[in-house]
């Protein structure tokens, strides 16, 4: 093998525990081992990248990596680390979300190489929609006892916690469900590890047993640490939302800020988790990072390799293009660069005027758009001495007393950017 995927994960902080054995039986030869990702979104989010980023490292390792979409599962609703029932999704919604999960996955796993360890990709609905009630209790549900299902820790929180409502038969028999799916993937697919996140390790060792008791086998459970921020606040999560994978949905300016912002003790546990750079090469970057830590090497680094990773290039370049024009250190052509959604994120908070595009089409003088028109500036000899000063920029470049503000200069036909000194914006917008 090309690497000890577990000593590989646990220098980098990604094992929580692992099955006696499983290091040994993954010595032995090429292994398959799988993740389950719940479809219950058409997009992944950084939430979902650690267990990602295990199948990635299994496959570097030379073995064959399984990504399970939950069809089935994701109509139940797992009820780990939960204390209330999803919202239940219909199979032309879940659909839709497995094909964009798909596309996602492909960025970390190659599903095209003639290797025996190429990724698949399985749906545990296809399986289980054929199922009759009656033969899954009867085949399926007979092998595992009630007494075993309530000492799992996740079904033990959701009947005795102190707002407990209890929890429906439904939520109940998912760790049967998810049982059956490693027991069929080491059945059909020679799958003998499930991997996913320590709050996943009751359902995991469920399969195990059920492979033990009705297959008369042996198979494993591995699971990772679940990331938390050094201030104790959810990983993943801002005040809009989740981070998500999808351009769409989170643009890429704003999955670059993300990373950009972590702490210092965060980017250091995050750049083993989410790179492949070497123990050495993240030593040397760390050190680096010490010797000058407002400089945010760290963070910097980070946030260049997870964009590209999960977008492009591209993309980190309109990325960093936004950033920098916050502090100054941009132009006219990269605030061109940016979408409409991320123009409007960059410049979220600054002042802001509303003008007509009739205004623009007569043409505005540019001490009138300093102040009469927006109140930028308090007076109309404010204005002169500012520009007087070399101090006023129109879209990054520095203007004089005799411009006329025109429809040629909107950025995407609806915004102008006036600037005083380094770091002192107003947005204009025109409709």
């Not at 949905?249 to 990373?259: D, I």
């Not at 006329?404 to 002192?424: A, C, P, V, W, Y």
Request: charge should be negative; hydrophobic fraction near 40%; aromatic fraction near 8%.
């Amino acid at each position: 093998m090309a690497k000890n995927f577990i000593e590989e994960l646990t220098w980098r902080g990604m094992i929580h525990d692992s099955m006696p054995g499983a290091e040994e039986h993954l010595q032995e030869k090429m292994r398959s081992a799988y993740v389950g990702i719940d479809p219950t979104a058409d997009s992944l989010h950084i939430g979902h990248l650690v267990s990602i980023m295990m199948l990635r490292h299994f496959q570097r390792a030379g073995h064959r990596p399984v990504a399970l979409l939950g069809g089935a599962t994701g109509m139940i609703g797992d009820p780990s680390m939960k204390s209330t029932e999803r919202n239940l999704l219909n199979e032309e919604e879940l659909q839709h979300n497995q094909n964009a999960i798909k596309n996602q996955l492909s960025k970390f796993l190659n599903f095209d190489t003639e290797d025996q360890n190429s990724a698949i990709l399985v749906n545990n609905y296809d399986w289980m929609k054929n199922f009759s009630f009656l033969e899954f209790i009867r085949d399926v549900g007979k092998h595992i006892t009630v007494n075993y299902m309530m000492s799992k820790d996740s079904v033990k929180k959701r009947l005795t916690g102190d707002d407990a409502e209890g929890m429906s038969f439904t939520e109940f028999s998912y760790q049967l469900v998810q049982g059956y799916d490693f027991l069929h993937l080491y059945q059909n697919k020679e799958v003998t590890i499930q991997m996913g996140g320590s709050d996943q390790w009751g359902n995991i060792t469920t399969g195990t047993e059920m492979i033990r008791r009705v297959a008369s086998g042996k198979a494993y459970a591995v699971t990772c640490p679940l990331i938390t921020k050094a201030d104790g606040t959810k990983f993943g999560k801002t005040e809009g939302g989740n981070i998500w994978l999808d351009s769409e949905r989170t643009s890429p300016y704003e999955f670059y800020q993300y990373w950009l912002n972590t702490t210092d003790e965060d980017a250091e546990k995050y750049i083993k988790i989410f790179t492949f750079l070497s123990k050495e090469e993240i030593e040397a970057v760390v050190a680096e990072h010490n010797e000058a830590p407002h400089l945010r090497t760290l963070q910097k680094k980070l946030a260049e390799i997870i964009t590209i990773t999960v977008h492009s290039e591209a993309d980190l370049k309109i990325a960093i293009a936004a950033s920098n024009i916050l502090f100054g250190k941009s132009t006219e052509e990269d605030l061109k660069s940016l979408s409409v959604k991320d123009f409007l994120k960059v410049f979220e908070g600054i002042p802001q005027a509303t003008l007509s595009r009739a205004e623009l089409k007569e043409g505005l003088g540019i001490i009138d758009a300093l102040s009469a028109k927006t109140g930028f500036l308090e007076s109309n000899g404010a204005a002169r001495r500012e520009l007087k000063g070399n101090a006023i920029s129109v879209n990054k470049s520095k203007v004089k007393e005799d411009l006329i503000l025109t429809e040629e200069h909107l950025i995407s036909d609806m915004f102008i950017l006036l600037g005083r000194g380094k770091k002192t914006n107003y947005l204009i917008i025109v409709e």
